[in-house]
């Protein structure tokens, strides 16, 4: 077993420096934030970048990522989906097998579970579990909410 540490931890610091101050406090493991509002590393930066220097540099750091964290500016849309492609194929590169996103606050069970089934192939075609989170400011703050998406959504972890 081993415990991950998120990058949101260190948010004042560069990626650089985040990922170095979790290697040195002994974590086996970083949880890399991926979200426009935050301090590291954006989805709409990603779509644009070179990943494998991207990957490098994160492979530099000498921290094995555990999973990705990704919050989008837009919950849908074919820009989204450009975005979400460029941050499974970095975790594909990264070698990170999971991908969590949070579920929009205000959609309904049956436009989520559409856009998650669409999710869903986009990251298994990079090598990439998705996966939804629960949070107390969504509709799946209420793990059974969680369970459900998933029971409508195959490959949805």
């Known amino acids: 077993m081993y415990v991950a540490c998120s990058t949101l931890c260190f948010g004042t610091h560069p990626l650089d420096d985040a990922l170095r101050t979790i290697r040195d406090l002994h974590f086996a493991k970083a949880d890399l934030a991926v979200n426009d509002r935050g301090p590291h590393l954006k989805p709409t930066e990603l779509a644009a970048a070179d990943l494998t220097k ?7 750091a000498n921290l094995p990522i555990a999973a990705f964290k990704a919050e989008f500016a837009a919950h849908d849309g074919e820009e989204t989906r450009t975005q979400l492609r460029a941050v499974c194929r970095l975790a594909g590169c990264s070698r ?62």
Do not use: F, Y
Not at 54 to 60: C, R, S
Not at 136 to 142: E, I, N, P, V
């Open 54 to 60: 991207v990957a490098q540099k994160l492979k530099a």
């Open 96 to 157: 990170s097998a999971h991908l969590g996103a949070r579920r929009p606050k205000d959609s309904d069970l049956a436009a989520e579970v559409d856009r998650l089934t669409a999710w869903v192939g986009v990251a298994r075609a990079e090598g990439v579990i998705l996966t939804v989170e629960t949070h107390r400011d969504t509709l799946t703050a209420d793990p059974m909410g969680a369970v459900e998406l998933c029971r409508r959504v195959p490959g949805l972890g």
